[in-house]
């Protein structure tokens, strides 16, 4: 695979944006129903320039081809700025070159174009722009009565310039600022290329086909006359340089080039202590920054002299001047990308550059300034409101939804604001969870990839059911939710969720933490809309359970002969499952349950404010439908089960011995978790605890045992001691969150020792740098201690399972088969097989017992699969691609904000910057998915954003997906599955259809393949058995032919 860029020249392009318009109603990917016409309030003007909308693209990966321009523009972006060009242009650029799964990282910097190749990018997109704008009525009405205009376009270009004077006056950098100011003829060229085209036969076809016209006066005027590309200028200059540089630089931009100007400063001015205090204080101390470089850059005093002068010379020749923040923020690389260095920017660096803005603003209380550090659409109306603009925003673009973001941020900023500049404070715009690095704990959770190997095709799936122990169906149920069909939604739900009352209300919702929405704003309320379904779906169970028997599945409703009997010992969350599923498949269940009521630790040791009994009462009545047998308050052996005549003898009696904690002296009055939590809820108001309760661990038990102290009679403070840090505790944050704010207190990094006249002695720890098996740093003594008053102490550091209840009932593990014993058909499950676990995976180990005794009884019916069919893609669709790059708030009923990534991810594709990856809509049989992945290698530079965010760990988008190269020597430097068309320039002849003749195919075992072409009807085949991959190809040749042209 090539790491070069190849633009598409200008007749391509045209037949590319107006093949795909004319036939998807889109432009490289981008629906016509996000095409942003800005409202008829009045533009803004910057410095004698029409902007219809003060929000853009930053100078980077979304400004640096023709084709991201257009699409930025397209969404709404109206200040442009263009990616920066400098003396040493074509670069090269380690790769991947960009990491923005929360904050972002890079390490690219200025164009990997030729300062050639760049101009002419900034200039098709240009005369493209002005040709869109008139014919999808793109501009606001109101700009022709701005006065003193000089451009009432409605849209600017910046371009960018750097690093220093030698190379910003040398003849190519200095040839590139003339033509992009009107004064040379490129613009004039490629003017009049563009008429030829627009009155061409494809022209004529797509003007009337839209009924619309070209703009071709202007166009004329402009291949006569020329014209100014951009009127503003930005200047980047390099960490280090020194203030009498800058200072010349920008003398050199107002005087000699006469040219409104930004000078990007950087966050580094407010010091390297106040820049370290602001990330520490949000939560982002594994940033490290050096001082070093802090030290060499530009000091505040000698900014403030810099930007003091060039106000009054701006002034004195009639340009307009102002600062851009922030330029980057240089931190020391602790990701992937190769270097010592990468540059940060994303939310981390919003409160960090606008304490910067504010510092500007109260220096300069007139001085215009451009701001581009984690702007998004949740706080753009808080920037505008302070008259801080032009705001443009990269990192935002980079995440999923991608270019669609940009509209909802020219939504969100199209308002009549406040244009005059006002002191403010930056700390009160820089302000909640949004900013705080526990707000999204992605790494915690893989960021959200699954552990599997990316397809070449039918790569679509939900991460919330993937990463679901029993893969519940979520999109669909909540697809069910929405269309009002509950029993649709319960019956889903049960189909694999036996415990549906219990998983909506205890769920440690692992499928929340993988959802897509993580990346715009918050998960889909995934628990509480099962929660929703269960409670509205409940009265339908008799139906929905007759649906899900095996009965129902045979082609005959007779009765059947009922395959075996199953005892299964243990009426806990595991037992209970297990008793649904075999009953469900035809199976006479008994349950043996010890305590009086079935629930196990669910109901007897999960605090009553946690969940309340009559839901799992209610999962209970589940099995009861189901014709299960329930005995409690009894005890069974193996032994007397074998007796009574059971086929199968399933053990679910959980790991409820608590693990004991190692100290040099216990003396006091110390409890298990488990004892005390079983005695909380039978009265909590007969336990005497005392004042200060102490709780050791950090899991989910150790949660519910402080917030079951605080509420106990006489306790003044219970403290959590755990002997790592916050970020590895392994409570789930909801949990942690929900005891902090019931008032309990925390001491990280704390080991036990001893306990002795009601103090507990504790080891202060530190992390150490090496890692346990879980990726968490394992801790370190410092050799100091603490001493905590302690009345009673609670010990939560886990449990195991009843040996010696194995060891009475002679059943030994099989170490090799998981659920498997010593003893023939009998099974365990639960956390007598994982040890202490969620709800969810001991349901997991229920359905997998339950398919092992269904394959040794040979019924081959699936009982967990009964999903109804689909019967409408499109409709799905629709709703998942309007809802593209759009925060949304969870509502009450949260069953709107799904993206059904099942069946429309299309991550890969939104978040290209060059829109490398395009999605084929094809309906074929042998494919599961209505649109497959064509990745266009010209388009590529291996920036390694779409492997960032594609959900499969294993695998590549860039690298795995079927990939059309231009040419046999791209095609030969790469390994990609792909293809390239073995023909010289390809146009159309007088049928209509391209001159394909045949094509070479590198297939997903990098076997080649030379195929035939052949034409008929207008229509091209491929000459084959019918396989599938080759009718796919067979497919992109006759629907996106634009992408095959060439000159």
């Known amino acids: ?82 990616k920066t060009v400098q003396k040493e242009d074509k670069i090269s650029v380690d790769k991947p070159c960009i990491f923005a799964i929360d904050e972002g990282y890079n390490v690219e910097w200025s164009t990997e174009l030729s300062i050639k190749e760049a101009l002419e990018e900034y200039i098709k997109a240009y005369l493209f722009i002005l040709v869109l704008k008139e014919i999808f009525n793109l501009k606001s009405k109101n700009s022709d009565k701005l006065s003193n205009v000089f451009n009432n ?78 009127p503003i200028i930005t200047l980047s200059t390099m960490h280090g340089t020194k203030p009498e540089e800058i200072d010349k630089i920008v003398q050199y931009l107002l005087i000699e080039k006469n040219i409104n100007t930004f000078l990007k400063v950087n966050p580094t001015l407010l010091g390297y202590q106040r820049v370290k205090s602001i990330l520490h204080s949000h939560g982002f101390d594994y940033i490290s920054l050096s001082e070093e470089s802090f030290e060499h850059d530009l000091q505040m005093h000698n900014a403030l002299q810099i930007i003091s002068k060039m106000h009054k010379v701006a002034e004195e020749q009639k340009v307009g001047f102002g600062i851009k923040i922030s330029n980057t923020l240089g931190v020391l690389n602790h990701t992937s990308l190769k270097g010592e260095m990468s540059y940060l920017s994303g939310r981390p660096i919003f409160p960090i550059s606008l304490e910067l803005a504010e510092k500007m603003r109260r220096e300069f209380k007139l001085l215009p300034i451009s701001f581009s550090a984690g702007v998004d659409q949740e706080n753009v109306k808080s920037l505008l409101n302070e008259g801080i603009y032009p705001l443009t925003f990269v990192t935002d673009l980079l995440k999923p939804g991608g270019y669609h973001r940009m509209n909802s941020i020219a939504s969100s900023s199209d308002y009549s604001f ?37 397809p070449l095709y039918d790569c679509f799936m939900a991460p919330c059911k993937e990463i679901c122990p029993i893969n519940q169906d979520v999109p669909e149920y909540l697809r069910a939710i929405k269309t009002k069909q509950f029993e649709s939604a319960f019956k889903i739900i ?6 549906p009352f219990t998983t909506s209300i205890i769920c440690t919702h692992p499928c929340m933490n993988y959802c897509t929405r993580n990346f715009y704003d918050k998960p889909v309320c995934i628990r509480d809309m099962k929660f929703y379904a269960s409670k509205k779906g409940f009265k339908y169970a008799v139906n929905a359970l007759n649906k899900l028997s095996i009965k129902d599945k045979l082609e005959t409703k007779q009765d059947i002969d009922y395959p075996g009997s199953v005892a299964i010992v243990g009426g806990g969350q595991a037992g209970i499952a297990e008793a649904h599923f075999l009953a469900r498949s035809g199976f006479k269940v008994s349950l043996f349950e010890k305590e009086d009521s079935p629930g196990g630790v669910i109901s007897s040791i999960i605090p009553k404010f946690r969940i309340n009994k009559r839901f799992i009462e209610k999962d ?37 011995k608590p693990r004991e904690l190692v100290l040099e002296e216990k003396n006091g009055n110390i409890l298990d978790s488990l004892t005390f939590l079983k005695q909380w ?26 917030r079951a102290a605080i509420r106990s009679p006489g306790v003044k403070k219970v403290t959590v001691v755990y002997r790592r840090t916050e970020k590895e505790i392994p409570a789930d944050r909801e949990e942690l969150e929900n005891a902090i704010e019931d008032g309990v207190s925390f001491r990280m990094l704390r080991q036990p020792v001893s306990f002795k006249n009601k103090t507990l002695t504790c080891e202060i720890m530190q992390p150490g740098e090496k890692k ?15 001493l905590l008053a302690v009345d009673t102490l609670i010990v939560a550091i886990g449990e195991e399972e009843d040996k010696k209840w194995l060891a009475e009932n002679n059943i030994e593990k099989d170490k090799e088969n998981k659920y498997f014993t010593n003893a023939k058909n009998i099974f365990l499950i639960g956390d007598l097989v994982r040890g202490p676990s969620s709800v969810v995976e001991v349901i997991s180990d229920a359905k997998a017992v339950a398919q092992i005794i269904l394959n040794q009884k040979n019924i081959k019916l699936d009982i967990f699969e009964n999903n109804e069919p689909i019967d409408n893609l499109r409709l799905i669709e629709e709703s998942a691609r309007l809802d593209r790059g759009k925060f949304k708030k969870p509502d009450r009923v949260d069953d709107n904000r799904c993206l059904a990534c099942n069946y429309y991810c299309l991550r890969c594709v939104d978040v290209c910057p060059n829109r490398a990856n395009i999605s084929i809509p094809y309906s074929n049989k042998n494919f599961r998915n209505f649109y497959q992945i064509l990745h266009i290698d010209d388009f590529c530079n291996q920036c390694g954003n779409c492997q960032t965010f594609c959900p499969y760990e294993k695998g590549a988008p860039n690298i795995d997906k079927l990939t059309y190269y231009s040419s046999e020597q791209r095609f030969t430097n790469s390994q990609n599955p792909g293809f390239f068309i073995n023909s010289g320039k390809i146009k159309f002849d007088d049928f209509g259809l391209l001159n394909i003749d045949s094509l070479i195919y590198r297939d997903g075992d990098r076997k080649i393949h030379n195929l035939k072409v052949l034409k008929k009807d207008g229509l091209y085949f491929i000459k084959n058995d019918c396989k599938s991959d080759l009718l796919f190809l067979e497919h ?12």
């Open 1 to 82: 695979m090539e790491n070069d860029l190849k633009p598409i020249d200008i007749e391509k392009l045209f037949f590319w944006l107006s093949e795909e318009f004319l036939r998807d109603g889109s432009i490289f990917g981008i629906d016509h129903s996000y095409f942003y016409k800005p409202s008829n309030s009045i533009p803004l003007n910057l410095w004698g320039n029409a902007l219809d909308l003060p929000i853009g693209p930053a100078a980077g990966p979304h400004t640096q081809l023709a084709q991201n321009i257009i699409v930025s523009y397209l969404c709404g972006g109206r200040f442009i700025e263009l």
């Open 153 to 230: 376009d409605g849209f600017i270009f910046a371009m960018s310039v750097g690093y220093s004077l030698d190379g910003i006056t040398s003849p190519k950098v200095d040839n590139f600022i003339e033509e992009m100011s009107g004064k040379n003829d490129t613009v004039k060229k490629l003017a009049e290329d563009l008429i030829l085209i627009l009155e061409s036969e494809n022209g004529k076809k797509f003007k009337a086909r839209i009924n619309a016209e070209y703009p071709l006066e202007r166009l004329k005027n402009i291949a006569k006359n020329s014209t100014k590309i951009s």
């Open 418 to 454: 406040k244009r005059k500049a006002k002191l403010f404070v930056a700390s009160e715009i820089a302000t909640g969870e949004k900013y705080l690095k526990s707000s999204k704990s992605l790494e915690k959770y893989n960021y959200g990839k699954i552990s599997k190997q990316l």
């Open 494 to 499: 049960i189909s694999k969720n036996p415990l």
């Open 620 to 656: 209970v009545e589940l099995i009861k439908l189901l014709g299960v047998n329930i005995n409690t308050g009894s005890s069974v052996s193996v032994k007397e089960l074998r007796e009574k005549g059971f086929d199968y003898i399933i053990l679910a009696i959980g790991a409820n």
């Open 681 to 706: 809820n039978i009265n909590r108001h007969r336990l005497k605890l005392g004042k200060n309760v102490v709780i050791v661990g950090g899991g989910n038990s150790a949660m519910d045992a402080s």
């Open 772 to 786: 346990d098996k879980d990726g968490r740093k394992v801790s370190i003594p410092i050799g100091k201690y603490e």
């Open 1036 to 1047: 992109i040749l006759n629907y996106r032919r634009e992408i095959f042209w060439s000159n």
